[in-house]
């Protein structure tokens, strides 16, 4: 038990570290190519704050644990909604975009109410409620069109107002910086995970709750130190970025790609978690239009995070 205290001490570490080059890296990036840091957000590092889902998900769905790929990825975009953004908007409000408000919300409100849609009907399977590799290579159809989406929004170049704030890299190292991040991060946050699930089996908590919980904190503690680091950093594109792109990429791409290799039992039990991640995204696009427009204030980043620690208190109390 004393070493895995110590590891997720050593796993920490890297994230903070691999969380902070990939935000410089990422913004020195797209100012390079004069590409919005939004685009970067969603794309760059949604995806590389997001590799530790995809190898726990896919070794998860391998092994035949359905219920720890699927609380994983459902528990981690609720972690992201909730308890991220909530955490990122009490240390300063944050801004978010006219088009993110009108498309890349409503693309994660999509992706959630498709997999409730999948999940529940049996469309492609004979043998009861599954994610099946049909209704895996839907989602990866959905994904393939989100980076088009994303691949014709980068026209946008960054405002000039922006540039200031980053640190100038040459191209090499801007590069270096984020393979170094994503390693960091994908290192230090299968390490916490590994450890936090060794010390949650001590107590006896089920295989659904480690999932939503343990396993799905642990690896969505890379986009929690990156958004934090780039709302610090007054990169409120690259953090909202981050948080909206991996829930869609949790989804369509995660998923997609873990049903396709391994057929996934589906337990209705879960519907009452992605009701909740539906709910905080409705609520995510009514906080754009109540105090300052377009800014996710503090008291309504406080209501998020209270959501989500009630959620937590809830899970472990019914064990289910």
């Known amino acids: 038990m004393i070493l895995d205290i110590v590891l997720i001490i050593v796993g920490m570490a890297l994230l903070i570290k691999g969380g902070d080059m990939l935000v410089d890296g990422a913004s020195n990036l797209a100012r390079r190519f004069n590409i919005s840091e939004l685009a970067i957000g969603l794309t760059i590092v949604a995806f590389g704050t997001s590799a530790p889902e995809l190898v726990v998900s896919l070794s998860a769905a391998i092994g035949g644990h359905s219920e720890i790929a699927l609380g994983n990825v459902i528990g981690s975009n609720n972690f992201n909604l909730l308890f991220i953004l909530g955490i990122t ?8 975009q006219k088009n993110t408000i009108r498309f890349e919300i409503p693309i994660s409100l999509f992706a959630a109410l498709i997999l409730l849609f999948l999940g529940n009907i049996a469309f492609f399977s004979s043998e009861g409620k599954t994610i099946t590799r049909i209704d895996g290579i839907i989602l990866l159809l959905f994904f393939g069109l989100f980076v088009f ?5 980068m026209k946008s170049g960054m405002p000039e107002a922006d540039t200031a704030l980053v640190k100038t890299f040459s191209l090499g190292k801007s590069i270096i910086f984020i393979v170094i991040g994503l390693a960091f991060l994908v290192i230090g946050g299968r390490v916490v995970v590994n450890s936090a699930v060794a010390l949650a089996q001590y107590f006896n908590i089920s295989e659904k709750v480690i999932g939503l919980t343990i396993v799905a904190l642990g ?3 890379p986009e929690l130190v990156t958004s934090v680091t780039a709302i610090i950093k007054k990169k409120d594109d690259i953090a909202v970025g981050n948080i909206i792109g991996s829930n869609i990429f949790n989804i369509f791409l995660i998923l997609g790609v873990s049903s396709l290799v391994n057929p996934m ?18 609520l995510l696009l009514l906080a754009m239009f109540t105090g300052k427009k377009r ?14 620690i009630g959620y937590v208190i809830y899970l472990i109390i019914q064990n289910e």
């Open 219 to 221: 690896t969505s503690l």
């Open 89 to 96: 908007g009490l240390i300063a409000p944050i801004a978010v």
């Open 265 to 282: 039992d589906y337990s209705p039990v879960f519907n009452k978690d992605i009701y909740l991640l539906i709910a905080g995204t409705l």
């Open 149 to 153: 989406y994303v691949y014709k929004s």
């Open 295 to 308: 800014i996710l204030d503090r008291w309504e980043a406080g209501i998020f995070t209270a959501v989500y």
